[in-house]
């Protein structure tokens, strides 16, 4: 019996690394925005690592053993995560700038498994809708977004500033990951010969350098281009 107890704590430790290289791996995610599908992966990586802690013979005891040994592991995270800033760093890993002057940083978004619909969403969650008006967006350990707006973009009420306000334009997205979507681009009253000129006139010679573009304010059009290799 003290062999299967001792083999049942050894068992338990590698499944809670295994469970913490896993989440570490898959990436970061409010508890808030868990999918359904995401919920299921849970309950199967939650089952295997009963099966790898326990093994093909299981017991009350063992069970209570295996509860034990894992509780005990993460008491010991807690403390390492708070006496050790090389283990946080490790275990949590750092934020990640997704935004950076104005600029989507596609490298980054890549690391954080964030698409750039997904960005978008979060940011008009922040009541956000131009990237151009973003000085940083930092996706956070925990996965929620922080923004700073760029100074000049900090919102003003119409009463504090006593300028009539103009009608809002919602962003249209026109090339995202180096494609055009040419549905948007018509909706917006343009053509893939103004869309060429607008791009050269920001420093790109086609759609396939571009990270993401959008037509907003003023019909103008915004223009984030892949990050160098």
Not at 87 to 103: S, V
Not at 133 to 141: G, L, P, R, T
Request: glycine share 6%; net charge positive; hydrophobic share 45%.
């Amino acid at each position: 019996m003290v062999q299967k107890i001792a083999v049942t704590v050894l068992r338990s430790v590698i499944a809670y690394v295994f469970l913490l290289f896993l989440g570490r791996s898959i990436g970061r995610k409010l508890i808030s925005r868990i999918t359904f599908f995401d919920f299921i992966i849970g309950v199967i990586l939650g089952s295997l690592a009963v099966r790898i802690s326990l093994g093909p013979e299981s017991s009350p005891l063992l069970g209570i053993v295996s509860a034990g040994t894992i509780t005990c592991l993460v008491l010991l995270t807690d403390m390492l995560n708070l006496k050790s800033s090389w283990f946080r760093k490790m275990e949590e890993g750092e934020p990640i700038f997704l935004i950076q002057k104005g600029r989507l940083l596609d490298q980054n978004l890549s690391r954080a498994k964030i698409s750039v619909s997904k960005l978008m969403m979060l940011l008009r969650e922040k009541n956000v809708f131009y990237v151009e008006d973003v000085d940083y967006a930092v996706i956070e350990n925990d996965g929620h977004l922080s923004v700073l707006l760029k100074p000049d973009r900090v919102p003003v009420t119409a009463g504090e500033s006593k300028i009539p306000k103009s009608e809002n334009d919602f962003p249209a997205d026109i090339i995202v990951d180096g494609k055009i979507i040419p549905e948007n681009l018509k909706s917006s009253c343009h053509d893939q010969l103004w869309l060429q000129k607008q791009l050269q006139s920001q420093g790109a010679d086609s759609p396939e350098q571009v990270f993401y573009a959008s037509v907003g304010k003023g019909d103008t059009l915004f223009v984030s281009k892949f990050q160098a290799r």
